[in-house]
């Protein structure tokens, strides 16, 4: 059977032919986009853009990147995420750093920064605070935005806060934002009371029973203190909700990336703890996926 298998292969592996092999072999691994993330992981073996690709179809192969591709190609079949292998991962048109002790940021989130960007003053020196900063995706994306603005973002991990200071100083920004470790606003203490005009958080809110259901890549890759309050998903609203509006001027807001399901639960809350007006966004697939709180009627 030698020559007969051996035939199916090309005598030179080009990119076309690897990617399509690639393409197939993830297709295969029930990876969804197989496509996608074949290009992607062969445009960062080679150092180039995807476009590079397209346009070097013909281009053979080395030997040496056939070995090092094999191996980005095997950590992707076993459904680690691509941001992590890459260790990096594009949000609001920024790249920020990733490791596997930061959730990758997701499209979603970016809903989260446009409905916070779209509510602020024309003020100058406007202060934010991002809870369970992670990567720093948020309050980077939001002071890059708003040269003018300063933030704090806490975390209780300390090796997410390292990646996140690597992102600040890589958008060079880190002049501008504190990073501070520990429990949610506990390390806002210092800061004074009624000092910010806007609290962002995308606090964990899966659940702990929802997590067998979610993709391997989350399931077995992204860190769980990122993911679950190990009660019924909604423990962290319940704390900011209970405290974050000493911590506002009264004219700001708290702006919350919210679960499938949760947008009322958490709107609720807030009125049982004496919140102002609360508006609901959608995410492109109608779920209501952010809830903007103001601290007055
Ligand atoms: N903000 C990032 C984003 O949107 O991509 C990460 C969000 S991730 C869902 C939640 C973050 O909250 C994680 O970085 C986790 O370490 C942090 N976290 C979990 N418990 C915390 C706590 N008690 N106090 C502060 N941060 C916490
Ligand atoms: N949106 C993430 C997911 O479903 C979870 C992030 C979170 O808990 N805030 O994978």
């Not at 680690?80 to 930061?102: D, W």
């Not at 916070?116 to 309050?139: H, K, M």
């Not at 995308?202 to 989350?218: F, R, S």
Request: net charge neutral; glycine share 6%; aromatic share 8%.
């Amino acid at each position: 059977m030698k020559g007969s298998k051996d035939a199916l292969l090309p005598k030179i592996w080009t990119i076309g032919t690897i990617l399509k092999w690639t393409q197939n072999y993830f297709a295969k691994k029930g990876i969804p986009s197989a496509r996608v993330d074949a290009e992607v992981l062969l445009a960062y073996l080679l150092q180039k853009e995807r476009i590079y690709l397209y346009v070097h179809f013909d281009e053979p192969m080395q030997e040496d990147e056939l070995k090092a591709f094999h191996n980005l190609v095997k950590m992707r079949a076993n459904r680690i995420p691509v941001a992590y292998i890459i260790g990096e991962k594009e949000f609001m048109g920024l790249t920020f750093k990733v490791s596997c002790n930061v959730l990758v940021p997701r499209p979603d989130t970016e809903i989260l920064v446009e409905s916070v960007l779209t509510r602020l003053p024309e003020e100058d020196g406007l202060l934010l605070a991002d809870i369970g900063t992670g990567s720093g995706a948020i309050i980077i994306s939001l002071l890059k935005a708003r040269e003018d603005m300063k933030g704090y973002a806490v975390d209780i991990s300390e090796p997410a806060l390292e990646i996140a200071n690597k992102n600040a100083q890589l958008h060079k920004i880190a002049g501008r934002i504190e990073f501070l470790q520990g429990d949610l606003l506990t390390p806002l203490k210092k800061c004074g009371k009624e000092s910010f005009f806007a609290i962002v958080s995308n606090p964990p809110y899966i659940p702990p029973q929802d997590l067998p259901h979610l993709d391997p890549e989350v399931r077995c890759n992204e860190p769980s203190v990122a993911l679950t309050d190990n009660r019924d998903g909604l423990e962290f609203y319940r704390r900011l909700l209970r405290s974050a509006k000493d911590f506002l001027r009264a004219d700001g807001f708290l702006a919350c990336e919210v679960g499938k399901g949760q947008a009322d639960d958490v709107k609720r809350l807030s009125e049982q703890n004496g919140w102002g007006k609360v508006e609901v966004i959608k995410d492109l697939a109608g779920i209501e996926r952010v809830l903007v709180i103001w601290k007055q009627k």
